[in-house]
């Protein structure tokens, strides 16, 4: 089933090698035939397509060149994903990579992305790469690759507190810890992902999320 409605029909791809670059093209086309798709091969690239075409997806490798004919790093690739994170503070991003690891250097700043944030070694298959992207577009935040152990922030705790315990919906949770109704969502999205709970068919995620909470101890 498509999700070309969900996309504003813009995905960049920002990748230096050619051939994968085309692969994911191909993969995506398929999933997506009526969305547009924009790549870019060097940072500088990608940074004028995303100011010229606003994209709601960005898929993105981490060893990227700054400019055509430097060598890619991974150091350019961080770089240009703590701007997009900066600047576009609710855009979905996908990071598409064999050196995801080096992600653990913008951990802050990646649980403190509004928008969708997935993680996808170049070795998924086809099947999980678009579980992945799917996932994106839903605003899902899947970062299990780059955790080191269960880290909850205390604002993720208070929302948990005020649903399981006072019985609160998200509107009046809202309300109570004086922030907005989407930021409540993202407290969320960040806390399932601490616990490994993501969108599955026929699941309750609230549900899922109080039972782990509770076998992890964050309530009783």
Known sequence: MSNDSELSSKILVIDDHALILDGTLDLLKKQYPEARMITAQTATEAREKIEMYKPTLVIMDLSLPETQGLTPTVEVGLQLLQYLMKNFPQLNLIVQSSYIKALVRLKHEIDSHQGGFTIADKGLSEKE????????????????????????????????????????????????????????????????????IYPEDDKNLRILTLKRSREEGLID
């Open 129 to 196: 790469m678009l579980m992945r992207v799917n996932w994106a577009i839903q605003g899902v935040t899947h970062t299990k690759e780059i955790k080191n152990g269960l880290e909850v922030k205390p604002e993720w705790l208070e929302v948990l507190r005020l649903a399981f315990e006072e019985g609160l919906q998200d509107k009046a949770i809202a309300k109570q810890i004086n922030v907005s109704e989407r930021m409540v969502r993202h407290y969320w999205t960040k806390l399932q992902d601490v616990l490994e």
